[in-house]
């Protein structure tokens, strides 16, 4: 069972960037999944989250209305849209599974973590 992170890179604050997750080797469809970033010499934290089913999403505050998560159709793959972006978004950005349908914002309640992929925003 796998979580891929795909799509980070460099980009000047202000412009946007889309990342991608994709999950093999089980269904994710029942599962909540979410995204998580974690900067140097910080804890890793909540981003965004997204049901089972697509239809509840949920975000931290310092992102809310710049960026937008969503399902593929399938539901194994999740996208973090991100517009706007600032210095501060800065950090290596994971993927998470949970069980269930509904969103968690605690890490220690997802089973399954991508590798991660860096985003970085220069001013």
């Known amino acids: 069972v796998q979580l891929q992170a795909s799509g980070g890179g460099l980009v000047q604050a202000g412009e946007s960037l889309r990342i991608s997750c994709s999950g093999s080797g089980r269904t994710f469809s029942d599962y909540a999944m979410s995204w998580f970033r974690q900067a140097p010499g910080k804890d890793r934290e909540f981003v965004a989250g997204?049901?089972?089913?697509?239809?509840?999403?949920g975000y931290v505050d310092s992102v809310q209305g710049r960026f937008i998560i969503s399902r593929g159709s399938a539901r194994n793959t999740v996208y973090l849209q991100m517009n706007s972006l600032k210095p501060e978004d800065t950090a290596v950005y994971y993927c998470?599974?949970?069980?269930?349908?509904?969103?968690?914002?605690?890490?220690?309640?997802?089973?399954?973590w991508g590798q991660g992929t860096q985003v970085t925003v220069s001013s």
């Open positions: 998470a599974a949970t069980p269930g349908p509904w969103i968690k914002r605690q890490r220690n309640e997802y089973n399954y």
């Open positions: 997204i049901s089972w089913d697509g239809n509840t999403v």
